[in-house]
């Protein structure tokens, strides 16, 4: 669903008392801008509105409004009077279109505190430029936790000990899925599991069918190197998009944490996925043993040439039972440099919060995504009793939905054209 931002109205410019759509105008940190709003009776001058994209939706209290707001806004101030020329102008660069891989090399690489903070400040510029102020909420069932592949990473690669395997029914994904479009709103559903071949391709286009007669959501497959057949069948099943990362575009690391899989097979997959017309999330592991800063400037790149719909990158969590036990996490400040560079280069992405970014910096991991660069959030809509089994690495944040989704756009039609359109805007900017 799409997020809705508060806003206190300062004029009402309805011309037809009885027309059901007014112009208002409405004030935030930001200054001044003006919304249609939905027939809201009695709002008046002073009140607050829920508003998305650039439409009132409905009017909140001042507490409920000061609430989401508190969450949304960058707390820091920052002191630009001391910063080094040559990174006010590596920054800017992104708006002739010239930001170089040494460039990109150059923020990454900042400990300056104050030039973290302007790179984040300033991709947040450029996000609420883009997209105004267009927040999505998305949820994920992760399904089955089988997997037949190694992954050195992983915590259910197919070697790893102490994990309770389960898989979820067609039935149970379905109702899941109903449930949380029905009830919660949901109107973009990710279906995660380890490569499971338990389910067979007619399987998971007979799920996708069900979902799609039943509900008006869009689904998201996250099923792994399956043949381009089974994509392609999903896909005419009515799945919308195909979250797949490429994990690292480092092609020897990525084969060295891969055993039995190849760099080559696995982005051969992706650009199919791409010509079959899926809407492509893709993304990278920030902290992989040997990576270096140079190998994230590459992946971004990576993101911006393969122009990916969804870029989404998150630190590496270590796991028991996988070769990279002992192996310090990822970075979650230099996710974040990933996240906000994403941002200035592919202005219209959606970009994620990840769960490893919140499982290392919990709620405040949500907060500072959102003033970085990202715009989306993805809420953990597995059933309670299989959530825990579900662990790709330990402590997976399950942080407060509620919040967020109190504020989420739940009017089943609006919701869903909203997305529509920001997800068709993407296809255009990517072609
Ligand atoms: N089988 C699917 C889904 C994999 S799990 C596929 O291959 O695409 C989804 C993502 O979780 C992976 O792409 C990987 O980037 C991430 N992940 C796995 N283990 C992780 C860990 N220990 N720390 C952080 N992220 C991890």
Known sequence: MCLTIPAKVIAIDNPMPDFPV??????DSKGARELKSLWLPELKVGDWVLYAYDTAVRRVSEEDAREILE?????????????????????????AGTLSRDGIVRLLKTEDPVETETLFAEANTVRQAALK????????????????RECHYCGLRKGAAGVARYR?????????????????????????SGDDFHYTDETLVDIIRRIKKSSKVFIFMSVGERSLECYRKMKAAGASGSLFRFETSNRELYNSVHPGQSYEKRMKLLKGMKELG?????GFLVGLPGQTVEDIAEDILMMKEMK??????????PCVSTPLSAHPAGSAELSLKAIAILRLLMPKAKIPVTTALETIESEEGRRLGLSSGANSLMFNLTPERYRGEYRIYPNKYHGNAEVWEKYGLFNEELSYRMLEKKMFEAFEVAK
């Open 22 to 27: 007014a112009k208002i105008t409405v004030e």
């Open 71 to 95: 969450l949304l806004e960058p707390k820091k101030h920052i002191d630009i009077s001391r910063l080094d020329t040559g990174f006010v102008e590596v920054l800017k660069s992104h708006t």
């Open 133 to 148: 102020d267009f927040f999505c909420i998305h949820g994920i069932v992760e399904f089955s936790n089988h997997c037949v």
């Open 168 to 192: 979820m029914t067609p039935d149970e994904i379905v109702s899941t899925v109903e449930d949380a479009v029905r009830k919660r709103g949901y109107k973009l559903i990710v279906l995660q």
């Open 278 to 282: 899926y809407y492509i999330a893709s």
């Open 308 to 317: 990916v719909n969804m870029a989404s990158v998150g630190p590496f969590i």
